[in-house]
């Protein structure tokens, strides 16, 4: 089994252990797109989900200029994630004229950012769509028809996970858990820019530390991010706490 064999499939276990009583809706998130990066031809994900009012809201990315991306979405209500959830199917375009033609001023900001191209799919079981995974990448062009069974399979077993997940605890518990997840990641953007200004590390740099921390750890991110905003922890601290698992996580 090959490397690229072994994340792919340590991924589906991942995308599929939902039913654990410490659930962290935002780690799982952000695995989806880190590992959407990691394992199709992409150089950067976001992912975008409903809340109970059918509202999107940019809840992971795997750089900041692909959360930044998203953002202008939605503040343009534009672009091929909105397209996606709205019809809950994959959306592309083939050249850059098509996406143009389709999203001109989101095209524009794509490329301003450095990116040739972008898509979605959805996040989607049967009729019901949650949200949708961006993809974005370097070069023109679509995903392989590979990449993109691929990339919808590991949508569609986060989607499950998600709504199984709320289906066995309480059929409101995934809506309870987006808000919390919502309220989560103000709190953990804010603690991204304290981090960033005081260290003077780039955002994606601050947010790596920072995740490394609490995966290390076994902490939620949100305390982690809490806890940075209160200065409780700095960098140094992060740096060094990062590949020990001496502290107890916090309760």
């Given amino acids: 089994m090959t490397s690229r064999e072994q994340l792919l499939a340590t991924t589906f276990v991942d995308l599929a252990d939902t039913l654990v009583a410490e659930f962290d809706v935002m780690e799982f998130l952000h695995t989806l797109a880190t590992r959407s990066v990691e394992l199709l031809d992409a150089d950067a994900a976001g992912?975008?989900?409903?809340?109970r009012h059918g509202g999107l809201h940019v809840m992971a990315s795997s750089a900041e200029e692909a959360r930044l991306l998203e953002l202008y979405e939605l503040q343009s209500n534009e672009g091929p994630c909105l397209d996606c959830y709205r019809s809950g199917r994959p959306v592309a375009r083939d050249n850059l004229a098509a996406m143009k033609s389709a999203w001109p001023a989101f095209t524009e900001?794509?490329?301003?950012?450095?990116?040739?191209?972008?898509?979605?799919?959805p996040m989607r079981l049967r009729s019901e769509t949650i949200g949708a995974l961006n993809l974005f990448r370097l070069e023109a062009g679509r995903l392989s028809d590979a990449d993109l069974g691929i990339g919808q399979a590991m949508a569609d077993v986060a989607t499950v996970g998600l709504i199984q997940e709320r289906a066995i605890a309480a059929s409101e518990l995934l809506a309870t858990q987006l808000q919390t997840a919502l309220t989560s990641r103000v709190q953990i953007e804010q603690a991204k820019g304290v981090l960033a200004q005081r260290s003077s590390l780039p955002m994606d740099q601050a947010f790596q530390l920072m995740r490394d921390f609490a995966r290390s750890r076994g902490r939620r991110l949100s305390?982690?991010?809490?806890?940075i905003i209160e200065g409780v922890l700095d960098?140094?601290?992060?740096?060094?706490?990062?590949?020990?698992?001496?502290?107890?996580?916090r309760a």
């Avoid at 960098?235 to 996580?249: I, N, Y």
Wanted: aromatic fraction near 2%.
């Fill in 47 to 51: 992912i975008m989900l409903a809340d």
């Fill in 109 to 121: 900001q794509l490329h301003g950012l450095g990116f040739q191209s972008a898509q979605a799919l």
């Fill in 223 to 227: 305390d982690v991010a809490a806890q």
């Fill in 235 to 249: 960098d140094e601290a992060l740096r060094k706490g990062r590949h020990s698992r001496l502290d107890p996580p």
